[in-house]
């Protein structure tokens, strides 16, 4: 395969992109083919950054002339090695697309609350535009500063709005995107309605970079709320946090963030960070909400609260409560939750696992988690954080080696048992392609397979991520 | 093809869903094939009402086998032929689908606030179900004694809360659809967040039946909000109407509602339905708009608008608003809204033509329409109304024709001229299939056109709906 003509591949991209922008030297190619967790590793043959979306589309061409595989990736923060090649170099040598040189942002339409962002947008670029111009973007997450538009989409990132504003399908109105076979789709017309047809941009998000590769995206933005309230609460344990979380969205339109996490993580992330306790005591489970609203959220939160307690909720005890309405303050109950995915990487190579359970077994799936890790894998430091609000609990597993498996398959096990999802928001990647079947439907996954080669025949985008890879590039 | 073996094939059907429910007396048959503005018909070779999802999947079977297409129907509310048989006769005497008798509605799950529907479930069924628990379901629209969730799902329907909660794809978070050869696929588990693959259900969402019949849905229900207020506000015209509607979608997070009408409309309103007059004097263009939130929003819409006109928008005259807060008064107000359109239908039969247009657009579009509409159809009533905070007008003429296409053709053109979508929340139908290249790309249609072939190869759902018969049938 490319073998026998890498210098031919080369420079037939130079000739598209710029000799500049087509990286062979193996260190450098080696920045890119690693995920964040390092866990996620293979061979690239090179690396090339094309600048505009008509690049892009000349790029597949000329990858698909030469029968090589490619690779989308943006800001690498993702964590189930969907953006880096195969370990075992399944599908040969590919192509990684970097598509971080497509950074522009238009201005932003105020009268409509839209903005059109290139691929290579950064989370926290969109974020800052959106705010000088009186609005704000809808999905935030940890990773804003690396995180770009483009991946974004492609993973249908959540983050910790989704209970307020929904997660990155909800703030697409519209894509640019470049299929297999260099055709460029395009709809950046911003309008909100629009039924014309199969929803191809929703088709496309979270699709991987396995139907298409995103160029751009008109995306809405929201009403910026500048009247803010932080409460990291202690409580009894999952269920108590769950029912919290349920009074307050019943009670409150303001409700935009419910986070939990437990000791376990709040002592290694101290640790890491060198922080001090957040509350006088120790909790089984801390959750931290956050309300916004055009008005001081504060009162209606503590109303809110004290009406659950009365009407026999889990009540919040003297000693069980931090609340912060001012940015340094709210950033600091933050730091307690945000900090827990470098505090984990920080002890070795984790086994991430991002699941959602039904609102019913939640709880029991907490607990069952704990032993089912302690059994598959005694030494191991199992830490579990999450999106309380969406079912939505990441299972962070440090201690197995990375290509041991049996822990991944002992909690996928699990969440599939208790009828929940494989992936909640990090997608299915290399690191789940083998679970897909626990809770897809062979009609289901034949269905996606069908998609997946009327759009790419040819299997040239991001092979072996989440199906298995054609066997015909 | 249908001709040879009529007989053999309601004796097959039969056999899955009992002789009473396959109907082929012409009158009875009749009563399904033609649609709610009376503009769209044709012959159907019989009627089969199915009762489950399994009797749909066999249903589809024996249509496949016997090469008969199949027009899946709910409620009939469409405006677009979508769900009514070709005047053609194109793709030969099809069956007709009735989803009416899939009415099972699910107990409300309060914790997730959700439910599951099944296709026959009219909105106003699921609407009360919604709200008997303390929830509500997000879409409403005029139609809801009659239109029913499969055919909501089918056309992404929109209706009047679109710019608080989005249309129907928003509330959708699974689907149980049958494809084309009779395989089940079922994403009922209510899972939020689920990122494991091509997001199918969102996909079957607004394919007017091409892909897949849906049978039943997971939606996600609202919190119900019991404080209400209701303003009809009389106005210089559209541009300022769109105006206070960005202010108050900026001031205030309550907005549920902003429609518009004109004054030819409510004339026909108030004559057709026997009403006075709502305001002390005549306007150019009159917006309803509705707010809503767990206390009075009344005083917050007021302050809403008298900071509108300090900022030098658009001001209110004394004698120009009528605004309700108990429920009799905001009946009274949206009757002059929602009468509408059997007033229109009252006229004659008309050509109905939904269309989006951007924000910067649509005050331009509404005077150019009249221009237009003038010119190719000199003697016909033009009725316009819509949702102006998504840019959305419906464009109603009576007069010409139903066959004759020349109006349509004007409008459609004019809105493509003007950056606007043909369809926005009716669907593409038989009605406006030969127009969908005037804003869909030739790349964008051989996408669509390769997904409906890789799911339906023969050309059995709905053809001649969307995107042109495939010949194979």
Known sequence: MLGAVPDRLATALADVVGDGHVLSDADVVAGYTVDWTRRWRGPAALVVRPRSTA??????????????????????????????PSASGLGGFPVLLSLTRLADLDPVDKTAAQVTASAGVTLAHLQDAAKSAGLAFAVDLAARDSATVGGMVATNAGGIHVLRYGGMREQVIGLEAVLAAGQVISRLDGLIKDNTGYHLSGLLVGSEGTLGVVTRARLRLVPRLGERVTALLGLA?????????????????TLEAAEIFYPEGLDLVMAHAGLGAPLGRRWNAYLLIECADHTDPTEALADALASLAAAGGPAVASDG?????????RAALWAYRERHAEAVNALGVPHKLDVTLPEARLAEFETSVRAVVASVAPAAQLVLWGHVGDGNLHVNVVGPPPDDERVDDAVLCLVAGLGGSISAEHGVGRAKMRWLGLTRSPAEIGVMTAIKNALDPDGLLNPGVLLPAALSL
Chains 1, 2 share one sequence.
């Open 55 to 84: 690049e892009v589309a000349e790029v597949l061409r000329v990858c698909r002339a030469h029968r090589v595989p490619v690779i989308p990736q943006g800001g690498n923060t993702g964590l189930v090695g969907g953006g880096v």
């Open 237 to 253: 344990g999952t269920a108590e946090a769950q029912a919290v979380v349920a009074a307050l969205h019943r009670a409150l339109s």
């Open 321 to 329: 409560a931090a609340v912060a309405s001012d940015a340094a303050g």
